[in-house]
C-alpha cells in the first residue's frame, strides 16, 4: 500500500506546529488528542527545544506510514482547518505570533491541496491506462490487428531494401495511430517542407516524424523537426520514432528547455505491437515525465517497470 503523504506536505507540518503552540504544554495536548500510539508521544524528550519535539514526533510516525497514517491525516487535518489563533494573541507579542501561525496554516493548506490535486489527475489517468489496457486484452480483433501489423514490421526489420522500409515505418505508425482512434493523417507536403504525418490525442495536435537509419537520431535531425512544429499553432507537439535510438547529447540538448518533442525508438514500437502497452497510455505518460522532469525520453521498459 503506498501512502502519499508528500514530504513537502510535512516540512511545512512541522514549522505549523512549531507556530500555532508556543507552550509545550498546548502541544502536547493536542497531539495526545491526534495521535492513537501515545507511547509516541510519552518516549520525548520534553525537556527538549520545541522544534526537536515536534521534529521528533513527526519524524517518528513518518518511520510507519502505513500503520500511522490515520493519525497522520488527522494531524494534517485539524491544522489545515485551524482558524482560531487566541491563544497566541493574548501573550507577549501575540499579534505578530498569531500573524505567523495562520500563515504557517495556510501555506500548509496550499501545499496538501496541491498535492491532492497532483494525485487526484494521476489517479484519473492510472484509471484510463488500466481502462484502456483491458480493453485491449478484451479486443480479440484489436489483438489481431496488432499482430498483423507486427508481421509487417518484422518483415522489414530483414528486409534489404532500407530506404523502402523508412517509408513503410510511416504507414505502420499510421496504422497504430488509426487502430486506436488517433485520427492520423498520412503524410504531406507543406511549402517547402516534408512532414511524415499528425494525430490528435486529447486535444493536442501532434506531428510524428519516423526514421530507420543504421545510426542514432542527432540534434541536428531534432532542430529540424523542432522548426516544422514551431510553424504551427502552439497546441501542437511532435513524436519522433527513431528505431535505433538517439544520440545522447540530442536528447540532453531538447531535454534542458521547454521542448515540443517526445522521443520513441523501437524498443517503445515493439512493446506496443507486443500488446505490453498501448500507444495511448504510452504517449500521456512519456508526455508527463517530461513535464515533471523535463527529459524527453522515458523508454517503454522503465515505464512498464514503474
Known amino acids: 500500500m503506498k501512502i502519499k503523504i508528500s514530504a513537502l506536505a510535512i516540512q511545512y507540518l512541522k514549522e505549523a506546529l512549531c507556530n ?3 507552550y509545550k504544554n498546548d502541544l502536547k495536548s493536542f497531539l495526545l488528542n491526534c495521535i492513537s500510539d501515545k507511547p509516541i508521544i510519552h518516549k520525548v524528550d ?8 515536534v521534529s521528533d514526533i513527526i519524524d517518528e510516525l513518518m518511520k510507519d506510514q502505513e500503520r500511522n497514517i490515520g493519525d497522520i491525516r488527522r494531524i494534517l487535518y485539524e491544522v489545515t482547518h485551524m482558524t482560531n489563533f487566541r491563544h497566541l494573541e493574548q501573550i507577549e507579542d501575540g499579534k505578530r505570533k498569531a500573524e505567523r501561525a495562520k500563515v504557517s496554516v495556510y501555506e500548509l493548506k496550499v501545499i496538501i491541496e496541491e498535492h491532492d490535486s497532483q494525485l487526484r489527475k494521476e489517479a484519473v489517468i492510472n484509471k484510463k491506462r488500466i481502462e484502456n489496457m483491458e480493453k485491449i486484452k478484451s479486443s480479440q480483433a484489436l489483438s489481431a490487428r496488432l499482430d498483423e501489423i507486427k508481421q509487417i514490421y518484422s518483415k522489414l526489420v530483414i528486409s ?6 523508412g517509408f513503410e515505418l ?3 505508425l499510421y496504422n497504430i495511430f488509426e487502430l486506436f482512434d488517433l485520427d492520423p493523417r498520412a503524410s504531406f507536403r507543406n511549402v517547402g517542407e516534408q512532414i511524415d504525418g499528425a494525430f490528435s490525442l486529447e486535444g493536442t495536435d501532434y506531428l ?19 522548426g516544422k512544429i514551431s510553424r504551427k499553432l502552439d497546441n501542437t507537439l511532435g513524436l519522433f520514432l527513431s528505431i535505433n535510438g538517439f544520440s545522447e547529447d540530442a536528447v540532453k540538448i531538447y531535454s534542458s528547455g521547454r521542448s ?3 522521443l520513441m525508438d523501437g524498443m517503445d514500437l515493439l512493446a506496443v505491437l507486443d500488446n ?6 504510452l504517449i500521456v505518460r512519456k508526455r508527463r515525465h517530461a513535464a515533471q ?10 515505464l512498464l517497470n514503474y
Do not use: C, M, P
Not at 534489404?160 to 522500409?165: A, D, F, G, M, W
Not at 505490453?276 to 497510455?281: G, N
Open 20 to 22: 500555532i503552540y508556543w
Open 46 to 53: 520534553w525537556s527538549n527545544y520545541k522544534r526537536q519535539i
Open 160 to 165: 534489404k531494401n532500407h530506404h523502402r522500409r
Open 170 to 172: 510511416e504507414k505502420i
Open 208 to 226: 510524428f516524424e519516423a526514421k530507420w537509419q543504421s545510426y542514432v537520431v542527432n540534434a541536428s535531425d531534432l532542430d529540424a523537426f523542432s
Open 260 to 262: 515540443t518533442i517526445l
Open 276 to 281: 505490453r502497452i498501448d500507444i495511448v497510455s
Open 293 to 302: 522532469t523535463g527529459n524527453i525520453y522515458l523508454k517503454a521498459e522503465k
